[in-house]
């Protein structure tokens, strides 16, 4: 007798269990199961009763895990020392079908070890009502000891269908049936924000710094780092030792599933080696105060502790929400350039003296790229960049020509800023690819050209596959820029860490072997002259000890680099110099 049957992601389903028989309620018929669509199921996470206790003292340290399809979707946050645990949690989930079962593990939280495993439960979406909230008791269940009683779950669960998915989708096939060539893009973008979970924006974060953080150790310092938070999205920065005042410079996204936006959640912790992390404090940004296509500089205070954070945050709208706006830039409207030429006119040069200009770019697409999946194929974005403004396209999905139609406009701070477009792959699992990069200076920029660029390395020295089509406008205050030239640059908050390369490390080897050598040879020829080898060689030898140390004055020994650097300059005009040879043969 079978005790459990496989699902086919690899869960385990405790026996009795059966796909098609009803865990709760009567079955609804009125599910379309001919055209699915999406649906948003709203769960509730309530509270335990009568957990199991995994720990000595007799009690747990209970969190709840929710999967779907074999993903989790969703964690909540951990109650200590309670076996009765009241959460209090909401989560929103947009699923393709209700056919997939919602699955529930209650796990106790241990520290520095595993957590250990209380119960889990299953929950058949295709029993529940739709547009009707309903309280689900949940009883725990271990496949391994079916017969314990290791207590239940109370959820209040939600299901309806995502009608704003289907006006969404007939938007896009509206707003891009004015031109034929667009018509099959739209279908992809749809079937792409169908796999995402139709996520509206994206937020980019850059952690800049930390300023005055309450010290935790005994030495009066701290090892500071930050976890952030946003719905089940979640990224932890690095640790920064022994410091106050941290610099970390690091950059991340987070997916915007909800129009209104969110509350990131942040917390700032000190690591400490074999106990428990010190609290230092926390703070939240609200992203629904922020306006999006543009980015915020936030100093946020920490509560509970001291000392405060400094960010910088971009909100871009996904093509989900702003596809429809692709064919409408500032530029082509003639009463807006009218407008914007006007700002930035001969008789408003002391006007706002940090708005030196507008820089509109049109990222249209891009042309044999590399391919960085195992499939043979990419799943590209551009990111657009001009100083620390970060902007995002989205993503087209199994694709080496990808068409991106995407308008970004700037404000120029200083007319010598360089932009830069950079095309990633995106991989779920892990950090973007990077597949090249095009770096242009404002000042070079001819308006209203569309051009073709040549992707090169992240260091700009080579080329790399692909090609990337741009189309960019350059408007700007010729007095506000000369003024701003005189004032120190803008600082760039994030910055590509050095990594090691091998070829300058095996260049520097090259260089130091020969210097190496140059004083091992000199050591011989010296010590030659001592053992008069050569009674010519060693007598000039003498003679010329004799008349330095006679004639000797300081000003000689920078004479002598002189002659040095002399001697050289004469090899390189000679060709005899091999330096450049060697390099060009690495």
Same mark, same amino acid.
């Given at each position: 007798?079978?005790?459990?049957?496989?699902?086919?992601?690899?869960?385990?389903?405790?026996?009795?269990y059966?796909?098609r028989t009803?865990t709760i309620?009567?079955?609804?018929a009125?599910?379309?199961? @001919?055209?699915?669509?999406?649906?948003?199921?709203? %769960?509730?996470?309530?509270?335990?009763?009568?957990l199991?206790?995994?720990?000595r003292?007799?009690? =747990?340290?209970p969190?709840?895990k929710?999967?779907?399809g074999?993903? *989790?979707v969703f964690?909540s946050?951990?109650i200590h020392?309670?076996?009765?645990?009241?959460w209090e949690?909401?989560?929103?989930?947009?699923?393709?079908?209700?056919?997939e079962?919602l699955?529930?593990?209650?796990?106790?939280?241990?520290?520095?070890?595993?957590?250990?495993?209380?119960?889990?439960?299953?929950l058949?979406?295709?029993?529940l009502?739709l547009?009707?909230?309903?309280?689900?008791?949940?009883t725990?269940?271990?496949?391994?000891?079916?017969?314990?009683?290791?207590?239940?779950i +109370?959820?209040?669960?939600?299901?309806a269908?995502?009608e704003?998915?289907?006006?969404?989708?007939?938007l896009m096939?509206?707003?891009?049936?004015?031109?034929?060539?667009?018509?099959?893009?739209?279908?992809?973008?749809?079937?792409?924000?169908?796999?995402?979970?139709?996520?509206?924006?994206?937020v980019?974060?850059?952690?800049i710094?930390?300023c005055?953080?309450k010290a935790?150790?005994?030495n009066g310092?701290?090892?500071?780092?930050?976890?952030?938070?946003l719905?089940?999205?979640?990224?932890? =920065?690095?640790?920064v030792?022994?410091?106050?005042?941290?610099q970390?410079?690091?950059?991340?996204?987070?997916h915007l599933? *909800?129009?209104?936006?969110?509350i990131?959640? %942040?917390?700032?912790w000190d690591k400490d080696?074999?106990?428990r992390?010190d609290?230092?404090?926390?703070?939240?940004?609200?992203?629904?105060?922020?306006?999006?296509?543009?980015?915020?500089?936030?100093e946020?205070?920490?509560v509970?502790?001291?000392?405060w954070l400094?960010l910088?945050?971009? +909100?871009?709208?996904?093509?989900?929400?702003?596809?429809?706006?692709l =064919?409408?830039n500032?530029?082509?409207?003639?009463?807006e350039?009218?407008?914007? +030429?006007k700002?930035?006119n001969?008789?408003?040069?002391?006007h706002n003296?940090?708005?030196?200009?507008f820089l509109?770019?049109?990222?249209i697409r891009?042309?044999?790229?590399?391919? @960085?999946?195992?499939?043979?194929k990419?799943?590209?974005?551009?990111?657009v960049?001009?100083?620390?403004?970060r902007?995002l396209?989205?993503?087209?999905?199994?694709n080496l020509?990808?068409e991106?139609?995407?308008?970004?406009t700037?404000?120029?701070?200083?007319?010598?800023?360089?932009l830069?477009v950079?095309?990633?792959?995106?991989?779920?699992?892990?950090? @973007?690819?990077?597949l090249?990069?095009?770096?242009?200076?404002?000042?070079?920029?001819?308006?209203g050209?569309?051009?073709?660029?040549?992707?090169?390395?992240?260091?700009?020295?080579?080329?790399?596959?692909?090609v990337i089509y741009l189309?960019?406008?350059?408007?700007?205050?010729?007095?506000k820029?000369s003024?701003?030239?005189?004032?120190?640059?803008?600082?760039?908050?994030i *910055?590509?860490?050095?990594r090691?390369?091998?070829?300058?490390?095996?260049?520097?080897?090259i260089?130091?072997?020969?210097?190496?050598?140059v004083?091992?040879?000199?050591?011989y020829y010296?010590?030659?002259?001592?053992?008069?080898?050569s009674?010519?060689?060693?007598?000039?030898a003498?003679?010329?000890?004799?008349?330095?140390?006679?004639?000797?004055?300081?000003y000689?020994?920078?004479l002598?680099?002189?002659?040095?650097? @002399?001697?050289?300059?004469?090899?390189?005009l000679?060709?005899k110099?091999?330096?450049?040879h060697?390099?060009?043969c690495?």
């Amino acid at each position: 007798m079978l005790d459990s049957c496989k699902l086919k992601t690899g869960e385990t389903l405790p026996f009795g269990y059966n796909k098609r028989t009803n865990t709760i309620g009567t079955s609804n018929a009125d599910f379309p199961l @001919a055209d699915p669509g999406m649906y948003q199921l709203d %769960i509730t996470l309530k509270r335990g009763q009568n957990l199991a206790a995994r720990d000595r003292g007799g009690s =747990s340290d209970p969190y709840v895990k929710f999967k779907i399809g074999g993903k *989790e979707v969703f964690r909540s946050k951990t109650i200590h020392k309670n076996l009765n645990p009241v959460w209090e949690e909401k989560i929103c989930i947009l699923i393709d079908h209700p056919r997939e079962p919602l699955y529930i593990k209650v796990f106790d939280y241990d520290f520095g070890l595993q957590d250990d495993f209380i119960g889990s439960a299953f929950l058949d979406l295709m029993s529940l009502e739709l547009n009707r909230s309903t309280d689900i008791n949940l009883t725990l269940k271990d496949p391994h000891y079916p017969d314990h009683d290791l207590g239940t779950i +109370l959820l209040s669960v939600l299901l309806a269908p995502k009608e704003e998915q289907r006006e969404v989708t007939m938007l896009m096939r509206k707003s891009w049936k004015r031109s034929s060539k667009f018509q099959p893009q739209s279908l992809r973008l749809s079937d792409m924000h169908r796999k995402s979970q139709l996520w509206r924006g994206i937020v980019s974060i850059t952690l800049i710094e930390g300023c005055e953080l309450k010290a935790m150790d005994a030495n009066g310092l701290s090892d500071p780092y930050v976890k952030f938070r946003l719905g089940h999205q979640k990224y932890k =920065s690095k640790i920064v030792p022994k410091t106050l005042n941290p610099q970390w410079r690091e950059q991340f996204d987070f997916h915007l599933y *909800e129009e209104r936006g969110g509350i990131i959640d %942040i917390t700032v912790w000190d690591k400490d080696a074999g106990k428990r992390d010190d609290f230092i404090g926390r703070c939240q940004v609200d992203l629904s105060t922020l306006s999006r296509e543009q980015t915020h500089k936030l100093e946020l205070q920490l509560v509970e502790g001291e000392g405060w954070l400094v960010l910088l945050v971009t +909100l871009t709208a996904s093509a989900a929400v702003s596809i429809s706006d692709l =064919s409408v830039n500032s530029l082509e409207d003639q009463k807006e350039r009218d407008e914007i +030429l006007k700002r930035y006119n001969t008789m408003r040069m002391f006007h706002n003296m940090k708005d030196v200009g507008f820089l509109q770019v049109k990222v249209i697409r891009a042309e044999a790229l590399m391919a @960085a999946d195992v499939t043979g194929k990419s799943d590209p974005f551009c990111v657009v960049e001009l100083n620390n403004d970060r902007l995002l396209t989205h993503t087209v999905y199994k694709n080496l020509n990808p068409e991106w139609n995407k308008v970004f406009t700037f404000n120029i701070k200083d007319i010598h800023s360089v932009l830069e477009v950079t095309v990633y792959d995106e991989d779920r699992d892990r950090s @973007a690819d990077f597949l090249g990069k095009v770096a242009i200076p404002l000042l070079s920029i001819q308006n209203g050209e569309q051009k073709a660029y040549v992707l090169k390395n992240k260091q700009l020295t080579g080329p790399t596959k692909g090609v990337i089509y741009l189309e960019i406008d350059v408007i700007f205050n010729a007095v506000k820029a000369s003024i701003r030239t005189l004032m120190p640059k803008e600082q760039k908050y994030i *910055e590509e860490e050095n990594r090691l390369s091998k070829q300058l490390l095996l260049r520097n080897f090259i260089r130091m072997k020969r210097c190496v050598m140059v004083l091992i040879n000199a050591a011989y020829y010296v010590n030659s002259c001592f053992d008069w080898d050569s009674p010519q060689r060693s007598l000039a030898a003498f003679v010329l000890f004799l008349f330095v140390v006679w004639n000797f004055e300081l000003y000689m020994i920078p004479l002598a680099l002189l002659l040095l650097l @002399a001697w050289n300059y004469f090899l390189i005009l000679s060709g005899k110099d091999n330096t450049q040879h060697d390099t060009d043969c690495m």
